[in-house]
């Protein structure tokens, strides 16, 4: 992308929201591997909620997430960002059944927005043409469901998250007409930059991802959030990104307040280090060091950002 370019996506951005907003990426899993509690989503809500009141989750039926956390979250005034997995019948039903049966004991409010699918296009799990048949089908169940109070949930936006070079190619348009909110991931480490390179190759890759959506749907037409990013804290090097607590700090001064501050919304991966996943050979053994805290909700580094400067 041109620098000229690149500049005139961020002036849009920065004249419609003095600061993005912030959210945390989530996992369900406790440090046992077992699936969490109200408990352990209440210690979770209660440690994130002097930076945010929105979380993300990937599934609303595995581990009963929205069974759980749904009650929890609209407790501690939290809003959803709920993921459904379309990429297999079985799995698809149940999330559908997960919506039909708990969607209607909490309010509207709790579940900000809906997401079909993680990365689904980058794994090739679905074409963008049945992503875009997924996300419509989603609309279309919960607009025949009333929430605790009575309120329909038929306007809740509902779109996807993938992959930041995914959505740059124009095989994505039929999932992006279909969205009303587009997340896009971009890991500037699995990239493999320099610290010194990473936060201008984050910005590239996500302007890249906002030109080719507001293209297609128009600037005031599609909700946008980054929907991951983030730095390791440990692990092995990636090429040439070395996981640090210090390059963690570095990523998140110099990317994600950055470019909250340009007024782009930011999820940041993730917010606990998760014990269970599996530390094997290589690059893998980064998986279980994304947590901006650790697996016991201890704080790795500042989170501050000067929005002034």
Request: aromatic share 12%; hydrophobic share 40%; glycine share 8%.
């Amino acid at each position: 992308m041109r620098f000229s370019t690149l500049l005139s996506i961020i002036s849009i951005f920065s004249s419609v929201n003095a600061i993005g907003d912030l959210a945390f990426d989530l996992g369900v899993q406790a440090n046992s591997g077992a699936c969490k509690t109200a408990s352990d989503y209440k210690s979770d809500l209660a440690a994130l909620s002097s930076y945010t009141s929105k979380v993300r989750v990937y599934a609303a039926s595995d581990c009963n997430t929205l069974q759980i956390l749904g009650p929890v979250a609209e407790e501690a005034g939290f809003s959803i960002f709920l993921g459904i997995w379309p990429t297999d019948d079985a799995h698809f039903s149940s999330e559908k059944a997960a919506l039909t049966t708990y969607l209607p004991a909490i309010k509207k409010s709790t579940v900000e927005l809906i997401t079909v699918g993680s990365e689904a296009l980058y794994r090739q799990d679905l074409t963008a043409s049945a992503l875009g048949d997924a996300i419509d089908s989603i609309r279309d169940l919960i607009a025949d469901i009333n929430d605790s109070e009575g309120n329909s949930y038929s306007g809740t936006p509902v779109g996807f998250v993938d992959s930041w070079n995914v959505l740059v190619d124009g095989g994505s348009l039929p999932a992006i007409s279909a969205a009303d909110v587009v997340f896009a991931n971009a890991f500037s480490y699995w990239q493999g930059q320099t610290q010194q390179n990473a936060s201008y190759s984050f910005f590239d890759d996500i302007m890249q991802a906002l030109q080719t959506i507001q293209s297609a749907k128009g600037e005031t037409d599609i909700t946008f959030w980054i929907g991951e990013t983030g730095w390791p804290t440990e692990g092995t090097a990636f090429e040439s990104s070395t996981p640090s607590l210090d390059n963690a700090q570095s990523f998140w001064n110099d990317a994600i307040c950055a470019i909250r501050g340009w007024g782009v919304n930011v999820i940041a991966f993730e917010a606990f280090d998760e014990d269970w996943k599996p530390d094997t050979s290589g690059t893998s053994d980064v998986e279980k060091h994304w947590g901006i805290w650790d697996s016991s909700r201890n704080l790795k580094y500042d989170l501050s950002c000067n929005f002034s400067s």
